[in-house]
């Protein structure tokens, strides 16, 4: 799966919106990190910033 065409594999993860909202206070960022494995046993990470805005 590409995401911007750079040629580079990549994979979306996406969260419950109202369950983060519970987790973190509004405008608080945090680095969330997500590590794990794939089926053949190639591991992978990724992190990025990220934060509650209230609507």
Partial sequence: MVH???TIL?????FDRS???ELLSP???VVLTITGQL???TS???S????????
């Fill in 19 to 21: 369950e983060v909202q």
């Fill in 4 to 6: 911007d065409n750079d």
């Fill in 44 to 46: 992978f990470e990724g």
């Fill in 27 to 29: 405008c608080a960022a």
């Fill in 10 to 14: 990549e994979r979306m993860v996406k």
């Fill in 48 to 55: 990025d910033t990220i934060r509650v805005i209230l609507r």
């Fill in 39 to 41: 089926y053949d046993g």
